[in-house]
């Protein structure tokens, strides 16, 4: 049994993983602000004598004893991030350097809950890890894109200054059961809208691309990079290859729904990457993962998922 810090641990993907480490027979500590994350998320585990959940914000240091930290404490979704701005650049820069500083400490296995968005608008398709990115550094997206870029660069300074035994992976979007429904990613943006048969809000004209990731593939990639072995360090992209336009995604979740919603054209938000894929070969060699999930597969679950919440 292992001591684990899981920092976001009440957030979709953060609670997912609490779940798996629970399932597995780790003791798990479940630290959260619950800026976007939700007990809800977590109720379950409340009671556990495995399970202990934390109202703690990670800009502010944290002194506890663990032996691995999953830091994925960050708004994820741009509606939130965008909400405080300045309070995303200090969760994720702060925060790396609070946790950085406690797995120094106590000498703990961390690993970063990195992101497909430091690769800006690539100009490079698919993404391969060696790809450096094109981030507008002072646009709307700048505080998540450069605050995760910022926090990388801590996490290796820490790995090349102090030794510390780091993990980053560079997660491209992921989706499934507990979203927020408001969260305003699309794939629960789509979902709730054709459940509640309102418009289908496609934002520039639905040409642009992203790979979606079932969340379960992407809790197996999280736990098989915190297994390798010391000094591989990533970073690692994990993520789906399968890449659609929005347009396709939007007739998808009409057909699995079977809603009648319209598609509506809104305008696309400023610096908006137009392709995103993950080049997942590091990812298949050294984790030797790679996801099992079909797009159609995933809706379906997560469509079930929103009914059920919502009522619908
Ligand atoms: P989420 O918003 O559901 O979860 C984030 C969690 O962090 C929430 O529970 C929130 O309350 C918590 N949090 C935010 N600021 C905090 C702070 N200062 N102190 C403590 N807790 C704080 O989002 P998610 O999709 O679960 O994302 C989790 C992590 O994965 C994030 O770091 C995100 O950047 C990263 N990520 C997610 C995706 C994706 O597609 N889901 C893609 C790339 C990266
Ligand atoms: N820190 C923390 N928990 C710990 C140890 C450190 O939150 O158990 C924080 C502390 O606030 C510190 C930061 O991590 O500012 C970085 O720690 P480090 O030891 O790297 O640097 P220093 O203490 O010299 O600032
Ligand atoms: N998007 C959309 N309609 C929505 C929400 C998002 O067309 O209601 C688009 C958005 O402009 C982007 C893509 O869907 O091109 C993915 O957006 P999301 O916020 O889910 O993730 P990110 O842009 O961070 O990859």
Known sequence: ????????????????????????????????????????????????????LMRHDVTFPLYVEVEQIFNLACPASPVHYQYDPVQTTKTSVHGAINMLGLAKRVNARILQASTSEVYGDPEIHPQPESYWGKVNPIGIRSCYDEGKRCAETLFFDYFRQHQLDIKVVRIFNTYGPRMHPNDGR??????????????ITIYGDGSQTRSFCYVDDLIDAFLAMMDTEKGFTGPVNTGNPGEFSMLELAELVLKLTGSKSRLVFKELPSDDPKQRKPDISLAREKLGWEPKVALEDGLKETISYFKHTLAL
């Open 1 to 52: 049994m292992k001591k684990i810090l899981v920092t976001g641990g009440s957030g979709f993907l953060g609670s997912h993983l609490c779940d798996r480490l629970i399932a597995r027979g780790d003791d798990v500590l479940c630290v959260d602000n619950f800026f976007t994350g939700s007990k809800k998320n977590i109720v379950h585990l409340m009671g556990h004598p495995n399970f202990e």
């Open 186 to 199: 699309v794939v629960s943006n789509f979902i709730v809208q054709a459940l509640r048969g309102d418009d």
